[in-house]
């Protein structure tokens, strides 16, 4: 299993061009995630997906928006990229469950905003 | 609001010398309790899971505890390779399983 994979791995944008970021997973997770991380602030929800054909708002979705036609992926878009967009982003995958799970990460990208 | 809050920000120890990591939490209904590490350019990988007060878990050198408001992570007698971001991070009652983190403490190992 190769987990939780994301295209690309690093990019490099001009403010007001759009771009989307992929994540799939392979073990078959009903829910997936979007974060941002920025230095000393932690990792910080964008969106979720309970299930395939579902999104959900997080702590900071400005200015982003998700989509989840397939069950193993998850995609991040920028309509219009600003520098304040600069950051790396994770996504993560749990399989439902009854309890707390561990979430799965995968490897990030990191995206600047000039 | 639900809060994470890690401390210190950063750590340095001389490789054997034993410390802990804290993780004070503020939530409104506890799911679970989550300790992560995180290598440079890397994403997040899981260590443990804590579910309720009084609960430890242990790996290798590290073990987690909990209370009602806050965790530990204690490292004995750390070696260089245990160098990385912990992250802690709390996952609420609710059908999301979404999960709010800490901003992480950088922990500095030296031989």
């Known amino acids: 299993n190769a987990g939780v994979t994301q295209t690309p791995k690093f990019r490099v944008l001009k403010t007001g061009q759009s771009m989307t970021l992929l994540c799939a997973q392979d073990?078959?997770?009903?829910?997936m995630y979007w974060y941002r991380q920025d230095p000393g602030m932690g990792l910080r929800l964008i969106h979720y997906?309970?299930?395939?054909?579902?999104?959900a708002k997080g702590e900071v979705p400005d200015g982003y928006n998700v989509s989840r036609l397939k069950k193993q992926n998850f995609l991040l878009g920028l309509e219009s990229a600003a520098p304040s967009q600069t950051s790396v982003y994770f996504c993560?995958?749990?399989?439902?469950?009854?309890?707390?799970?561990?979430?799965?990460f995968g490897p990030g990208t990191r995206l600047t905003v000039t | 609001e639900d809060q994470v809050t890690q401390s210190p920000e950063a750590l340095r120890l001389q490789e054997g010398e034993s410390s802990s990591l804290n993780c004070s939490y503020t939530v409104s209904g506890l799911r679970g309790l989550f300790w992560y590490r995180q290598d440079p350019g890397k994403g997040p990988e899981f260590l443990f899971t804590l579910y309720s007060a009084g609960e430890e878990k242990e790996k290798e050198r590290l073990k987690a505890t909990l209370t009602k408001k806050e965790s530990f992570l204690h490292i004995t007698a750390p070696k260089p390779e245990d160098s990385a971001t912990y992250l802690c991070a709390v996952q609420v009652m609710d059908s999301s399983y979404k999960l709010i983190f800490g901003s992480g403490t950088r922990l500095l190992v030296r031989p």
């Open positions: 997906s309970v299930g395939e054909g579902t999104t």
């Open positions: 073990m078959n997770h009903e829910y």
């Open positions: 993560a995958s749990i399989g439902s469950s009854g309890r707390a799970g561990e979430q799965y």
